[in-house]
């Protein structure tokens, strides 16, 4: 495995890639490897000749009061986990590298973002999509992987290579859990062993509430508040609880089609998010 750090460095590797037709699979992390990221590379060793991992906690995602300086960081077991995954090229640029000097201009995301995490983290998903960006000029990858934990993430990127027409096929991964249900994190580790106990109720509420959607309930405000009721016995308080259509990430008073349930859960020292897709049949109008 190569472990790359610098932007002159990851241009020359991937143009020998390129010149020797080699397919590129990446994988965009912000580190602290965990199953989840492991089941990313996995799906991209599967379909590509060389697979990029990129670590870089990306500042312009985080907001003022939030965890850029405690999020976590092991570098040394990433490279680990890394190497013994099979990834070929383990990019891990220095916040100098990526951002030298002031920046000038970052991607403004201006669909999907009023709702879901967007509606309480204002710039972060422009701080997303500004480095994934970045890396896929950087990486020059054929298809990039992606969890479906993160499912608005997943659609801001589906929209930003729409709109400027980058050829990078994306790739949603299922989830991967705990065994008691708990959607992985590296953000887990900031639970109390008494929160990480309650935590799968998140996942069991979805499922309850995707089930009662599938049995019947179109109507949108009566699931959120099934939902919401679900929810209320925790020990933490509810950030959001949503059903959109997705991608597109829209309201419906009705729900009919491709449905993504939601949910963020704030726990003392983490706020946690989860989220089921499901298809409902549209009703006649
Ligand atoms: O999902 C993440 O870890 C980050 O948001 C990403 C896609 C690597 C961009 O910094």
């Known amino acids: 495995m190569k472990i790359v750090e610098t932007i002159s460095a990851i241009r020359e590797e991937v143009r020998k890639l390129k010149a020797e037709g080699r397919s590129i699979g990446l994988v965009p992390t912000m580190g602290f490897l965990h199953e989840g990221h492991l089941s990313l590379i996995e799906a991209a060793r599967a379909k590509h000749d060389v697979?990029?991992?990129?670590?870089?906690?990306?500042?312009?995602?985080?907001?003022?009061?939030?965890?850029?300086?405690?999020?976590?960081?092991?570098?040394?077991?990433?490279?680990?986990?890394?190497?013994?995954?099979?990834?070929?090229?383990?990019?891990?640029?220095?916040?100098?590298?990526?951002?030298?000097g002031e920046t000038a201009m970052t991607i403004h995301v201006t669909k999907g973002v009023d709702v879901l995490c967007g509606a309480s983290r204002p710039?972060?998903?422009?701080?997303?999509?500004t480095v994934v960006m970045k890396l896929f000029q950087l990486?020059?990858?054929?298809?990039?992987?992606?969890?479906?934990?993160?499912?608005?993430?997943?659609?801001?990127?589906?929209?930003?290579?729409?709109?400027?027409?980058?050829?990078?096929?994306?790739?949603?991964?299922?989830?991967?859990?705990?065994?008691?249900?708990?959607a992985k994190s590296s953000r887990n580790v900031y639970l109390t062993e008494q929160e990480r106990q309650e935590a799968s109720f998140l996942y069991q509420a979805l499922r309850k509430a995707a089930e009662r959607a599938q049995a019947g309930e179109?109507?949108?405000?009566?699931?959120?508040?099934?939902?919401?009721?679900?929810?209320?016995?925790?020990?933490?308080?509810?950030?959001?609880?949503?059903?959109?259509?997705?991608?597109?990430?829209?309201?419906?008073?009705?729900?009919?089609?491709?449905?993504?349930?939601?949910?963020?859960?704030?726990?003392?020292?983490?706020?946690?998010?989860?989220?089921?897709i499901i298809e409902l049949d549209r009703e006649e109008a």
Do not use: W
């Open 51 to 100: 697979v990029v991992v990129s670590i870089f906690v990306n500042p312009l995602q985080f907001g003022p009061n939030e965890d850029f300086e405690r999020y976590p960081r092991d570098l040394d077991r990433d490279e680990r986990l890394a190497r013994n995954s099979g990834v070929d090229i383990l990019f891990c640029p220095p916040v100098e590298e990526m951002y030298p």
């Open 123 to 129: 710039g972060h998903f422009d701080g997303v999509a």
């Open 139 to 182: 990486t020059a990858p054929d298809e990039a992987f992606f969890g479906q934990k993160d499912a608005q993430q997943v659609a801001v990127i589906i929209n930003m290579v729409r709109t400027f027409n980058v050829p990078v096929n994306i790739v949603s991964c299922p989830t991967v859990r705990e065994e008691d249900g708990l």
């Open 218 to 276: 179109h109507d949108r405000e009566r699931l959120l508040q099934y939902l919401t009721g679900l929810l209320e016995g925790g020990s933490g308080t509810i950030d959001y609880v949503e059903a959109l259509s997705y991608p597109a990430l829209e309201r419906q008073e009705k729900l009919g089609g491709r449905i993504i349930l939601a949910v963020a859960y704030h726990y003392t020292k983490a706020r946690l998010i989860d989220n089921i």
